[in-house]
């Protein structure tokens, strides 16, 4: 089984399991903003839009710098490719769980067919 | 842009943001278990296992059926599709952002040569 850095895809599915979060990773996917712009677009005080941008530099998915009074967020390197990985490789467990599961089932089904026919000689 | 039913997607990625239950998950895909042997795996407490079944079944991600004083976990009907699509338009959001980010630094990078050149004439 392929191993990922715990600590980090725990950070990251924390970070992306809030509706702004993920909008504010959208948003810095168009174009760098900062804190107050994205407080002004996700209609929230500074200190709110602060902590969620906190949680989103914490797990690597942003980064940020002040210039002056402004702090400006963007994208930071993490192209999400774990958390991806481990998606995809839970899917095809899925699939081949409920292939397996229609598969008894099917057999099942035929089971019960012959019984009853058996039954009705 | 896609519009994802989002109280899911923050349930399902909260519920994948802890080591165990992504454990858990993985451990359904290949085969159903029982609140205990899960504890066992993952040496645990029966009360905290009970709890990481919970948030999963919550999100939609296990389904569990108690026989007499059994209680069986399975994979439940969600193939995290959204949480993929979402990840997959990220990954495409973050790429056009770094190559826009990288043609800026060439432009900056042939000014600077030209820059130089001039000076050096």
């Given at each position: 089984m392929v191993q990922y850095s715990t600590p980090r895809l725990d950070a990251s599915f924390a970070a992306l399991s809030d509706v702004t979060r993920r909008g504010v990773l959208e948003q810095l996917g168009r174009s760098d903003a900062s804190i107050t712009e994205l407080a002004d677009k996700f209609h929230m005080t500074l200190t709110g839009m602060k902590k969620h941008v906190s949680v989103?530099?914490?797990a690597g998915l942003v980064t940020t710098q002040k210039v002056g009074r402004?702090?400006?967020c963007r994208l930071g390197?993490?192209?999400l490719e774990d958390e991806m990985?481990?998606?995809e490789k839970?899917?095809?467990l899925w699939e081949a769980r409920f292939a397996a599961l229609d598969e008894i089932?099917?057999?099942?089904?035929?089971k019960e067919k012959?019984?009853?026919r058996k039954k009705h000689k």
């Amino acid at each position: 089984m392929v191993q990922y850095s715990t600590p980090r895809l725990d950070a990251s599915f924390a970070a992306l399991s809030d509706v702004t979060r993920r909008g504010v990773l959208e948003q810095l996917g168009r174009s760098d903003a900062s804190i107050t712009e994205l407080a002004d677009k996700f209609h929230m005080t500074l200190t709110g839009m602060k902590k969620h941008v906190s949680v989103l530099e914490e797990a690597g998915l942003v980064t940020t710098q002040k210039v002056g009074r402004v702090r400006t967020c963007r994208l930071g390197a993490l192209a999400l490719e774990d958390e991806m990985a481990w998606l995809e490789k839970y899917r095809r467990l899925w699939e081949a769980r409920f292939a397996a599961l229609d598969e008894i089932v099917e057999e099942l089904t035929l089971k019960e067919k012959i019984h009853g026919r058996k039954k009705h000689k």
